[in-house]
T-cell receptor, first 115, second 112 residues
């Protein structure tokens, strides 16, 4: 079945350092989503990428979708303590139609930021 | 606008007990899903619904039942709780098409 692998599992950085998490799918994805979960909280949607090679930016966060639509990355420039949490990538199971609501999540990357 | 509401927030069960985790959304979303979150394993899909009266199994459905009699509600039933079902459970909803999922606050379940 479809698998979504995410690395690294943990990342510890000093405040101001950059951070990157990588996501790889065993199958081609129609789109990929990224979520952030604060400690003790619930996943919150960050962004969705749809097009091959797409790059989107949200302030210090840069999201990329690979040309083959099987991998993605999230890069945070100059981390802040507010960036602490777990970052998940997720892709729909299957293609089109009713698949969009069924998400396969990566294992997540837990980011800690030391002030 | 409440979004997705889950109850209870915390629950302790004894092995063999049954219970229902409640999930309600007020956004008129077609899709509703249940996920469980375990350390190092991300979120895994338990059951899924594309509308009232329609449900389907996800990746880890064993030991759980669902029904969807209305658009708003999607309860998850644990038939006979086992320690392996100790987890954090999240309900999510989303509209049709490739768009974001909205998650509830989660239910932290411990089975002893």
């Amino acid at each position: 079945g479809q698998q979504v692998m995410q690395i690294p599992q943990y990342q510890h950085v000093q405040e101001g350092e950059d951070f990157t998490t990588y996501c790889n799918s065993s199958t081609t994805l129609s789109n990929i989503q990224w979520y952030k979960q604060r400690p003790g909280g619930h996943p919150v949607f960050l962004i969705q990428l749809v097009k091959s090679g797409e790059v989107k930016k949200q302030k210090r966060l840069t999201f990329q979708f690979g040309e083959a639509k099987k991998n993605s990355s999230l890069h945070i420039t100059a981390t802040q303590t507010t960036d602490v949490g777990t970052y998940f990538c997720a892709g729909p199971k299957g293609a089109g139609g009713t698949s969009y609501g069924k998400l396969t999540f990566g294992q997540g990357t837990i980011l800690t930021v030391h002030p | 606008n409440a979004g997705v509401t889950q109850t209870p927030k915390f629950q302790v069960l004894k092995t063999g007990q049954s219970m229902t985790l409640q999930c309600a959304q007020d956004m008129n979303h077609e899709y509703m899903s249940w996920y469980r979150q375990d350390p190092g394993m991300g979120l895994r899909l338990i059951h899924y619904s594309v509308g009232a009266g329609i449900t389907d199994q996800g990746e880890v459905p064993n030991g759980y039942n669902v029904s969807r009699s209305t658009t708003e509600d999607f309860p998850l039933r644990l038939l006979s709780a086992a320690p392996s079902q100790t987890s954090v459970y999240f309900c999510a909803s989303s509209p049709l098409g490739p768009t974001e999922a909205f998650f509830g606050q989660g239910t932290r379940l411990t089975v002893v």
